[in-house]
């Protein structure tokens, strides 16, 4: 559907885009959830780039080689912590979705996958955080007639069912 992202179930290590997004922490040195399957599947490579590149504040993204994912390259934002939504966690999540995309045009890439940033060890309330990816995934392909594909990759079926509840209500 022009315009819209797609919600899909599944792994996102497996998906052979141009740049699946990671759930990163601000050391960029990797962890648990998606981020240790992204390090996991992508290989060592990607531990000792991430090492070159001095972290990464809460609400921006950096761009790395895939390594050995199907994915072409890794984008690794780092969403806030959820501490009840009045330490400026919306505009955090959403600048980290901004700043994947605009990481996207300046590398002229078609298709992108995100996980459900912050809903996992960072808490972030499930229904709130789609509605912000999906209100910035629209922006986005308004504004980059380049972008042709983005996918929101939920790891279960109550998370896709959320992602698709969010883009049908947009
Ligand atoms: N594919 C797609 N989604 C996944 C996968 C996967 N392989 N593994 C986990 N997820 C989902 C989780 O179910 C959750 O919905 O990714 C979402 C984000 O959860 P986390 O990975 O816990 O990320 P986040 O909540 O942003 O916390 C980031 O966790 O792993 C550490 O280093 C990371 O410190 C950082 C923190």
Redesign the pocket.
Known sequence: MAGRPQAVA????RLSVDAIVN???ESLL????????IHRAAGPELLAHCQTLGGCPTGQAKITPGFRLPARHVIHAV?PVWHGGDRGEPDLLASCYRHCFRLAREHGLRSLAF??????????PHAAAAHIAVAECRHALEDNPDLEQVLL????EA?ANVLRQAISAA
Do not use: E, K, L, W
């Open positions: 599944g792994d996102i290590t759930a990163a922490n990797g962890g648990g959830g998606v981020d240790g399957a969403g996980p459900a940033i912050s809903c996992g060890v960072y808490g972030y990759v939920a790891f279960d998370m």
